[in-house]
């Protein structure tokens, strides 16, 4: 698989490509404020200097972290960066990178850190930084292997101590990729665990997946370990082993096949730390203390003493680090366990048909654990549930490492009036409470059931599980919880309107001005709450003010506005957005639901993402302009159009040229392409329209607006992005309906068409129409003008000698009213005209 | 045995079925008589629709596919094609414009007569006339009152030849074939004159509508009656006139006993053994997929060790690079397909294992029986559990039982069932309750979307609904391909299929894995092409095909490198191209070693070894062409040197897509494309180094023909190079002009072809 001796010749040939490929990386940099940061791993109670390679970094003042432990501490302009093929300095532009000083506590969690870089004009993409227990060393030879200086090949492998962490980099070229090489000294029966980071550390800035693989050969020259995919880490491969001779062992790194991708990094865990694939059980009740047995992944097994806190908080926080809450000495990226308000149950063998199902004693909530042993076993078990009773049941197994594709089902046991049968394979987003696309954001945990049991009778109910392929093993292990449900709502980034996905996953609000964002709104799995919805903000920052509609069913999203002083402090934050029931009797949890894409692979899929709770917030420098909508006088009628008009402040010198966009508008309300308000000029007037089918009814609006041209549009790096306090629109019904006649003219002489008026609503002044789709040849000779109560109005035509015969259809009329000093267009109509031949020709 | 002793009279008379019962067949025949004649004498006798009516469609062409058995039908009348839905056809006839076709007031008058006879305007013309039989019989059963069958009417159970081989012992002869038709009431009937004939030679012996087959040429041939849903073959020998002596040439293995014994039977000399050169060549191509190097040309010419060829087979066998002639064989019967590409169910990371796993397994040589097993049971993760990625490449999109029920055949038993999807088969014994029965065994299969959006996870469903039967919608139950039912109950289906399909004593399986590496090293299967086995496509050497697929299955285990080693080591393998006047027409019998154009990977391979060129390819870190896991379309530089030879697309599961016909195409690129002249004009290394090694040109020149040709050069072709080079001192010229010889060398046709 790993073949290495090609990379002599190709590597050679591939330097000048490589060369060349140098100012492309610079270009792309361009379109990041923050493109990435390497190293990526740093140990426990060390200061780790990084670099952020992006742009407009100058004036970069700031790291905003997601959990405590670590700290900047230095933020230093740096003027060259290591090639990034050959190492050697390569100048850069001021600004497009920076050191950083990283301050990593002596008692930071291990595991993953994400962060964003605060800009005095930006918050930065996020980033992730990890930590690790071991020592750091850094690949010799980095770079393109040439010569003497390299490692890809076993002649030129570099020591490295045992218990330790590479950082390691794979230049990928047109032909073959990076493989590296390292030495570890091994004595006889030590263990070895070798463990890869790289998917995870997360590449959607240099546009592919990585697909890492590892081969360990012994002083001999025996291969005793390879993987490339591991059942824990998904991309990132592990493999752990006893050394079965003493000396110098070679472990191959690199990706495992021809890529297309571009650079890749990773960090490589070698070490004798013990290396859990999967335990049973997977979970515990609050308090308990529990005997876990344990599959490690040199294929031994072992046990392991847990003892449970006794409080568990809502969402994910249930699920706890193993080293947490075991005697497993800490590992990077240890296993997780289920921790439940609810007691366990243990499979007792000799349950695999539904007449002898295993019998649950005790009322719902339980746990359910148990393995999957044979080829094609079920195992079944019985409980009894109530008519009313709602339970989330949620089976955990790939999602905790289990090499088990679980399947499972309820069906009403023998004398149970039910007829409802459930079965389910795999699960939604939803059923864990975070958004995403269902084939964007495929992680294994997805393969694990999710469903929601409703029995709508009393009595007993028999619940089946079996692997999809039939596949079996002790380590096919299950948890299968029946949880109580509770109603739940979340919340994320609604997608952009014109992209810039990446830049405005953040908030970032200028002093003195205001910042929008709408937001998705999501129902928790298994809720069916759709009154209407509030918003609360918690952990905003001195002199900054929150505003946010209430939500009613009928909008698209949920906006929240967000302003700062022009005195407040420069400063990040991370925000929490909890939405509630408006009535403040219905009991729901709330959270926001946030990924954030890490890596994209071919085809723009991004199966690994990060998940927060927060969100990174940011109060930036003064912007050079903005903006406000005024007030409409009148409103929007169905079937009409309606300017609105936007002003513009300009701040200091800048005259360039506005951009702005609708942020968002109620269904059946729709909007003109992005309006460019000119340089130099202040007033522009943004057109939206309703159809027939737009609901009446009051609603806020706001616009955001960026410069025109300076920035990048697709990340929206280099922009300033302000949005308009809100102003209100209400749709209403329309003025007035036309009903056209049927009509019948002649070449070469006059007609009419004639339309009978039915008013719905008043209006001062006087309107005017036209006709709208007027086959060629006719024409109408004068607008006319129509006052409110006019029950009929006479549309003069004039018909060419040369005018087409026939008859046409879809005659429409524009009437334009003037209502409050504001221009309404409104349409109507649908008329009929036929033209015949002059007569007598 | 005489030719006149073989004439066999056709009985020409209609007479319903009779019974035969055992010991009383003369009475029973005249039984049969006295029946025929009181049916002749206008008695009443029942005509049976099936049995009776549709033979008659069949014979007449009403129900062939360019007449109304095509699926739209003819002129508004539609029959089923070959009448494989008697029920359907019936409905037709009476049910489906009562009145219009059949008259049963007037039986004469109805429509199905007037136009069969041509009172009527019927676009097939006359088929047949008011005094015939076929007019007679329909006419008898419309008297009757066009009755459908009963449900206990007896139903054809098989027909066979009477005889099923026959040697004619000079052209000029022939042969009245007789068919027989058993049926399940115990009946036997003469069918001949129902029948539907074909030949598979028509040049040697021509059968036609009568049975008459008639000796034109020497040759061999079969010929075929179909009737009801039933084909047979009959194998057919003309020899040539004349003496003939078998010189009784020496056998290595039992290959050769079988090789010669047929080309004794057909009086066909066999070539001489081929040079140890020409064996070289030819064995190390087809074992590695390279060309002998100078050093090994040397050591094996030098060798005068009696056993050094056998030995150099063993020792190739043993390089990785016969496993991966094989892996480049699999991938392309099993699709490998490498767009990353979610909505196909493809990827290049799952393409990657996919082969690799495959690689592995051919060098490690793992069982084909084993290897099958473990494609047909392939479940889990197509990026981590290769096997499953049957399930992936050769069912791309969503999964298709349809798809995965034919090319499953088509892959392990060189079946082609898919006339069966819409009809019986018209050439083969397959019916369409063999088709659905078989597509059963894939009914179960799901795919899902793993843990991206490149994985997907394949697995079995084991209470899926068999397939139904798109007439009558009825659950077809699992069935083998000729085989009996199997109890899949819990069980995952394509588990119970692999283990019959696998299982020694099948057949199906043994003979075309046999016949594939047969075809790898003759360039044309025992029965050609390997993956169309049917009885009208039967093997040219059945005794052969038998014995190699016994061995294979029985004695080694499906150890495929020990069938191989026999092949190699045979004298059939290693007789020369060279013909003689007996063999030169024959082409499937393997009297004489055929030239066979290398593979597109393999040339180009050739073509860089034969070089010492370094060809990088682009987006690919194979060092050759024949491990690109995924074809040459990737290397873009050379994608066009790979279609143009003929390299698989991979588009179906047909072992005819690695097309090796050579063609103008070809012929025109070598010469003028840039394959060959980019790698002399960059890698001028070569001719430099046998510059700097020999004073002269000869030695250069041999040591062009061992680099390309594996043979010295002879004395007149030395002689002839050696004129048309310049008389020059100077190095550039004589490079120059050294490197038009290797450009001529590379453009022969003997470099092209392995031989």
Known sequence: MLNLKLVKTCYRLAILALLCGVAQSARAAEQYTADFVLPQLGQRGTTVTVRVEGSRLQTAEEVLFYREGIRCTAIRQLNTVPHPHNGTPLKVEPGKAIELDFEIAADAPLGEYYLRLRTKQKLSEMLSFWVTPFPVVPEEHAFVDIGETRNDLPEYAQTIPFNCTVSGFGSSNERANDWDVYRVALKKDQRCTCQIISARLGTIHYGGLTDMAIEVRSPSGKRVARNNRSSLFAHDPAVSFIAPEAGDYLITVGQQMDSEIRNIHYGLHVGDFPRPTITFPLGGQLGDELDLDVFYLDGSRGKLKATLSKEVTAFEKSMVELTEISNLPEIPSPNRFQVAAFPNVYEVEGHSKPENAQTIDQHLPVALNGIIKTEGEKDWYQFSAKKGERYRVRVYAQTLGSKLDPFVWIRPAEGNPSRKVYEQDDSLWDGHDWEGHHYRHQVKDRLDPIFMFEPDADGDYLLGIADTRRESGEDFIYRVELQPHHDSLFLYYKDYPSGSSVERDVIGVHRGATQTRPFAIMNGFGSQYDGPIRLEVRGLPPGVEFDSPIFTKNDPVIMATFRASADAKLQTALLELIPHAVDENVNLLGAVAQTHASNAQRGGYSPLFNKTRKLGFAILEEAPFDISIDEPGIGLAKNAELDLKVNVRRKGDFTGAIYLEMDWLPQGVTKQPPLIIPEGEDVGYYKISATSQAATGKYRLTITARENEGGDPRSGVGFHYIGSPFISVEVTEPYLQIELQRAAVEQGKRGELVGKIRHLRKFSGVATARLLRLPNGVSLIEEPAIKYGQESVVFPLKIEADALTGQYKEIACDVKITDEGQDIHQQSGSGVIRVDEKKGS | ?755
């Open chain 2, 1 to 755: 045995m005489k030719m006149s002793s073989n004439i066999v009279e056709t009985f020409r008379s209609y007479r319903r079925p009779t019974v035969v019962h055992r010991g009383l067949a003369i009475a029973a025949t005249l039984l049969a008589w006295l029946s025929f004649e009181a049916s002749a004498l206008g008695e009443e006798t029942h005509v049976s629709f099936k049995n009776d009516v549709m033979p008659v469609f069949m014979k007449s062409g009403c129900n062939a596919g360019d007449c109304h058995g095509s699926s739209r039908g003819q002129d508004g009348f539609r029959l089923s094609l070959f009448g494989y839905d008697p029920e359907g056809d019936y409905y037709r006839l009476l049910e489906e414009y009562p009145g219009r076709r059949i008259n049963r007031a007037e039986p004469e008058k109805s429509l199905l007569l007037e136009k069969a006879t041509g009172n009527v305007s019927h676009t097939g013309g006359e088929l047949f006339t008011v005094d015939s039989e076929s007019y007679r019989i329909i006419l008898e059963w419309l008297n009757q009152g066009a009755p459908h069958d009963p449900d206990e009417a007896p139903l054809v159970t098989g027909i066979r030849f009477q005889i099923d081989k026959h040697k004619f012992e000079r052209p000029g002869s022939s042969l009245a074939a007789k068919v027989t038709a058993t049926y399940t009431d115990g009946s036997e009937r003469d069918i001949t004159r129902w029948c539907l004939f074909m030949g598979s030679n028509d040049s040697v012996a021509p059968i036609d509508d009568a049975g008459v087959i008639e000796a034109k040429k020497a040759g061999g041939a079969h010929v075929f009656a179909r009737f009801d849903k039933f084909t047979v073959g009959m194998e057919v020998t003309v020899l040539p006139e004349g003496e003939f002596d078998w010189p009784d040439p020496p056998t290595n293995n039992y290959i050769d006993e079988l090789v010669f014994a047929k080309l004794q039977d057909m009086r066909i000399l066999p070539s001489e053994l081929c040079s140890d050169d020409q064996f070289l060549r030819r064995v190390t191509i087809d074992l590695t997929g390279a060309l002998p190097t100078p050093d090994e040309y040397a050591a094996f010419m030098a060798s005068d060790d009696a056993d050094k060829r056998t030995k150099l087979i063993d020792e190739l066998m043993s390089r990785d690079a016969f496993g991966e002639v094989w892996a480049a064989r699999w991938g392309e019967w099993l699709r490998i397909f490498t767009d990353t590409n979610p909505e196909k169910g493809t990827a290049m990371l799952a393409g990657w294992n996919y082969y690799h796993w495959i690689r592995e397994q051919m060098i490690e040589n793992t069982r084909l029986d084993e290897f099958a097993r473990q494609l047909l049971s392939g479940n889990g993760s197509n990026l981590t559990s290769p096997p499953s990625n049957y399930y992936t490449m050769i069912s791309q999109g969503k999964v298709d039982p349809v798809r995965l029920s034919e090319d499953t055949a088509q892959i392990f038993m060189g079946i082609r069932t898919q006339c069966a999807q819409c009809h019986n088969h018209p050439f083969d014994r397959w019916t369409m309750d063999d088709y659905y029965a078989f597509q059963s065994f894939f009914m179960g299969v799901r795919r899902k979307h793993g843990s991206e959006a490149r994985e997907y996870f394949t697995f079995v469903d084991v209470d899926a609904e068999p397939a139904s039967h798109p007439i009558d919608g009825r659950p077809m139950a699992h069935k083998f391909l000729g085989g009996k039912y199997a109890d899949v109950e819990d069980k995952d289906a394509r588990k119970v299929l692999a283990n019959w399909l696998t299982a020694p004593g099948n057949t199906l399986f043994r003979e075309n894995m046999a016949n594939r590496i047969w075809a790898h090293f003759f360039g044309k299967g025992i029965i050609d092409p390997v993956d169309d086995v049917r009885i009208s496509n039967p093997p040219s050497n059945g005794p052969l095909m038998t014995e190699l697929g016994r061995r294979l299955a029985q004695d080694y285990a499906y150890d495929q490198k020990k069938l191989i080693r026999d092949i190699c080591s045979s004298r059939t393998y290693q007789l020369a191209a060279t013909t003689n006047s007996s063999n030169k027409q024959d082409e499937r019998l393997f009297s004489h070693s055929s030239l066979r154009r290398m593979r597109a990977d393999v040339f180009f391979d050739c073509l860089t070894q034969a070089l010492e060129y370094k060809h990088n390819f682009r987006r690919s870190s194979a060092d050759r062409a024949l491990v690109m896991f995924e074809g040459g379309w990737r290397d873009n530089f050379n994608a066009y040197f790979f279609r143009t030879f003929g390299q698989a697309k991979r588009e179906s599961v047909c072992a005819c897509e690695d097309q090796t016909e050579a063609n103008l195409s070809q012929a025109l690129h070598l010469i003028n494309g840039k394959t060959i002249d980019d790698a002399l004009r960059r890698n001028p290394k070569l001719i430099p180094s046998l510059l700097d090694h020999h004073d002269t040109d000869g030695p250069i020149i041999e040591a062009l023909f061992i680099r390309t040709l594996a043979r010295k050069p002879s004395e007149k072709e030395l002689q002839g190079i050696l004129r048309s080079l310049p008389e020059t001192a100077d190095r550039q010229t004589r490079h120059q002009a050294l490197n038009n010889v290797l450009w001529g060398l590379l453009n022969s046709s003997e470099f092209m072809f392995n031989h």
